[in-house]
């Protein structure tokens, strides 16, 4: 193999950075073995290979988990942080205070709460997806009073930054540098505006056709279809894949292979296409990435969860459901299916129907505009039950008052409230905000992108996203994890996190959609 | 995970060798994960990723060959070997006399050479393909050169097993226990019979016809027709995979995950059939092997790569090119094809095309008889190089002769000559042999099976198969490297290895094919 990674001038081929290099390379090999299993585990495993599997990845967690946390590393990470030549370049210093962070994280963790997590998890989805199927909330609480308590654990064992709250110790696993205050702020702004908007839209407004949305698509059409638009993109398919999955997924396991999934239905024109320029844009992003020179170190990661949802919801929503890109798409699409199916289809028709705010029950069938709101109640009640604020006894309760008042809308059973995320089982309190943190990032790099791109929408109306993708290149992917989120906002944007630009995009979009002024 | 491990009752949780079966199970789980990558490399692996797989074999193989190679497996053999309870448990016995003995392979090697054999092949590889492009046998000369060098310095590394000669050290690794002057007396005998046999055809015989196979075919009908043969065939689909890749192989990564490949010509109306059957014969010992209780132990590996063929060769051959198999599968094959376009095809055709003989140039492009000639040829001529008694310089010179008295056949260049095989330049010297091998093992095999199972060809007719890979499961798969190949023969055979099963097969079948009597 030839040694591809990129050190400064100070870095002697012996000296203690060239061995840390060469140290987090060989864990990032080791991490992208498991990414490629997890994959394979999703798209082609034989069912019967299932333990085994579970075997592989225990082996290869361990061995990553010990190299992880060694003396070795801590050493070295001192060392090479000890040494003036190398904080003098600022890539390489943030490379280090990166490195020194997550290790400290990583020892902090004691390992017998890590494997209890692990365990109580396993067998907590496994009670979770019966207690889904049954609408039996109080099957599933006494695990998820475990896991919260568990939380509550690593939390403390992880300590709570300056100034914030316990909450906080659990976002940094995801959104590093970002509070839960800061969250309470924007997302109250932000509710502040959506209520009135969604119901505005749906007491004055005229409710879009959704009816050409049933009509049916041949899988290999849809295939074809959702390909040719992922690869005008500007995804490389020789560095990649877009199979079929359950759930779909994008795994950048590392440099040259980064595989996206989707999912198609016969009864449905566009079944997969928003999922599909969804994980797409996470591709995107992942493909971005400087790996090539530097895989293994924090310059070549993403900066936050909220960044990769931030790329993944602007291909999905900002493009996916704009009318400049279905001035290009639908006569493409026409193109695929041939016979007269869709030929009556006009730009308005599609580009309205996509853009229906509806609330639903369900998060992940949700729009645009509510689906903010089905991220701000999983926020409230799980920062409420970390504090301790909430009983889980109390949950669905809350659950359930929320909707109505929020959405207007009964719950029939937990199966469609507070047991529809795989979430919580799976011990993770913290990720909900990202989903949002993704559209309010997208709609604040849009904001900045549109200046520097001023014919953006003609070159939408073209199929022309190499200008979007050079911007989003240079200003988000090419940084890596060198700034945290809020960092890289106020770097790209000239301006920190606000509520604003997703407010005025959607309230810019949807008013007219609905015929109001 | 569940400890599947089975154990002695002398073996306690902490003893020796449930600590040596613990470590045998996680090396078995890291050379499951190679298996895995592998497979992925062939079918689905993005072109750009092969420089990150090529840094995960690396990675692994190195943890694997430290773990094989570590002072703590060599104590616990050690210990294991010295507890006469264990001895006295016949399969515990043979799990620990095959462990100490790859034990002592594995640590005879010295790093340095492994490591010089991995980077020299690679690069002969590399120009191996260039010079059988090009027909240049003179620029592949100093890489093959180096190779039989290094070769001859790992037989001595190894040691050369007693009474035997330098070959055997090499042969070892793939056929553990048989020895070079046996398949010298075995291959001769089989010679002195065949040669005569297959001038007799074609010198008095009447060819059958194979203009029908040129007959085309859809590939998704090749794949169904395909599918349905190997499932019929008792391939666990629950716990196994057939796809396609360039080189068809088969991969037995461990319990529960067994994956077949094949490949199709549309124009070609039995393209993948016998490639298809072939490998899954392969797979079927695969998934007959103790696994679920033993993986990792000798005692669920296979018994040697001829034993392997001879699974292969019996399924593609003896059954895949017999007349009662065809009476079963051409009624199946028209009603996949469904329109004309095979309905005047007998079995009488198919039976015959299936069985002509041909001398051709190229080793895998020869039929059931000339294709052992092809490997008598390798084999002493790398036998003779390894000595010292054919300098690699003169190796085309006398590969054309043998051609042309074996075969009859001018060799109008090294390309469809001595450079046709990868073999030699990925540096293994002494796997030849194991083809030719598993053509006698399965001929003595099916003499032996006919016997317990007096109405096979009715089942065969019948398209039964579970009366076959029932017998192969308890003679065969179920023993796993509890014998030796020759042991293994003799037990499930009551003889040891000879010439005249194959040799009687061939010319029960093919005079008649050729309107001899």
């Known amino acids: 193999m030839p040694e591809q990674t990129e050190m400064p001038d100070a870095a002697q081929p012996d000296s203690p950075y060239a061995q840390l290099l060469a140290e987090l390379r060989e864990l990032a090999v080791l991490n992208s073995i498991n990414s490629t299993l997890g994959w394979d585990q999703e798209v082609v495993m034989p069912p019967a290979a299932a333990a085994l599997r579970g075997e592989q990845a225990a082996v290869l967690s361990t061995l990553i988990h010990d190299r992880r946390t060694s003396t070795r590393m801590g050493d070295l990470i001192a060392a090479c942080k000890a040494d003036a030549e190398l904080k003098a370049d600022p890539e390489t210093d943030a490379n280090l205070r990166r490195l020194r962070r997550d290790y400290d994280r990583a020892v902090r963790q004691p390992t017998e709460l890590v494997r209890e997590i692990a365990e109580v998890s396993t067998l907590a989805m496994h009670h979770w997806k019966d207690a889904r199927e049954a609408g039996d909330f109080g099957a599933f609480a006494p695990w998820l009073e475990q896991l919260v308590k568990?939380?509550?654990?690593?939390?403390?064992?992880?300590?709570?930054?300056?100034?914030?709250?316990?909450?906080?110790?659990?976002?940094?696993?995801?959104?590093?540098?970002?509070?839960?205050?800061?969250?309470?702020?924007?997302?109250?702004?932000?509710?502040?505006?959506?209520?009135?908007?969604?119901?505005?839209?749906r007491e004055n407004g005229s409710r879009p056709d959704t009816e050409w949305m049933r009509i049916p698509l041949a899988t290999e059409v849809q295939v074809a279809f959702n390909r040719s638009v992922v690869e005008r993109m500007g995804f490389d398919f020789g560095a990649g894949r877009l199979d079929v999955s359950t759930h779909p997924f994008c795994e950048g396991a590392g440099p040259g292979d980064t595989r996206l999934t989707t999912r198609y239905e016969e009864t449905e024109l566009l079944s997969a296409l928003h999922s599909t320029m969804h994980e797409t844009g996470h591709g995107l992003y992942e493909q971005g990435l400087p790996k090539d020179r530097r895989f293994g170190q924090p310059l070549a990661e993403a900066a936050s969860m909220g960044i990769h949802e931030s790329q993944s919801r602007m291909w999905e929503n900002f493009v996916g459901r704009?009318?400049?890109?279905?001035?290009?798409?639908?006569?493409?699409?026409?193109?695929?299916?041939?016979?007269?199916?869709?030929?009556?289809?006009?730009?308005?028709?599609?580009?309205?129907?996509?853009?229906?705010?509806?609330?639903?029950?369900?998060?992940?069938?949700?729009?645009?505009?509510?689906?903010?709101?089905?991220?701000?109640?999983?926020?409230?009640?799980?920062?409420?039950?970390?504090?301790?604020?909430?009983?889980?006894?109390?949950?669905?309760?809350?659950?359930?008052?929320?909707?109505?008042s929020d959405l207007g809308l009964d719950v029939p059973s937990a199966r469609e409230g507070v047991l529809q995320d795989i979430h919580w089982?799976?011990?993770?309190?913290?990720?909900?905000?990202?989903?949002?943190?993704?559209?309010?990032?997208?709609?604040?790099?849009?904001?900045?992108?549109?200046?520097?791109?001023?014919?953006?929408?003609?070159?939408?109306?073209?199929?022309?996203?190499?200008?979007?993708?050079?911007?989003?290149?240079?200003?988000?992917?090419?940084?890596?994890?060198?700034?945290?989120?809020?960092?890289?906002?106020?770097?790209?944007?000239?301006?920190?996190?606000?509520?604003?630009?997703l407010l005025r995009y959607l309230e810019g979009k949807l008013r007219p959609v609905y015929g109001l002024v």
């Open 322 to 404: 704009s009318r400049p890109f279905w001035e290009w798409a639908l006569p493409e699409l026409k193109r695929h299916v041939g016979d007269g199916a869709v030929s009556g289809l006009d730009v308005d028709t599609v580009f309205r129907g996509l853009n229906v705010v509806e609330p639903d029950l369900i998060r992940i069938e949700s729009d645009e505009a509510t689906y903010n709101l089905h991220i701000m109640l999983r926020f409230d009640l799980e920062r409420a039950m970390l504090r301790g604020d909430l009983s889980v006894a109390d949950l669905p309760g809350v659950w359930n008052e929320r909707m109505k």
């Open 425 to 501: 089982s799976m011990g993770a309190i913290g990720y909900f905000p990202t989903y949002t943190l993704g559209n309010l990032y997208a709609a604040q790099l849009w904001d900045a992108l549109r200046v520097d791109l001023p014919d953006l929408d003609d070159q939408l109306r073209r199929g022309e996203f190499g200008g979007l993708l050079g911007w989003l290149r240079s200003h988000v992917h090419v940084h890596g994890r060198r700034y945290t989120a809020p960092e890289l906002c106020e770097r790209a944007t000239g301006r920190p996190l606000s509520h604003e630009p």
């Open 150 to 201: 568990l939380n509550r654990d690593t939390a403390d064992a992880l300590g709570v930054p300056e100034g914030g709250e316990v909450y906080d110790a659990l976002l940094e696993n995801f959104e590093p540098g970002m509070r839960a205050a800061e969250l309470d702020r924007v997302f109250g702004e932000l509710r502040g505006g959506l209520v009135p908007l969604i119901r505005e839209l």
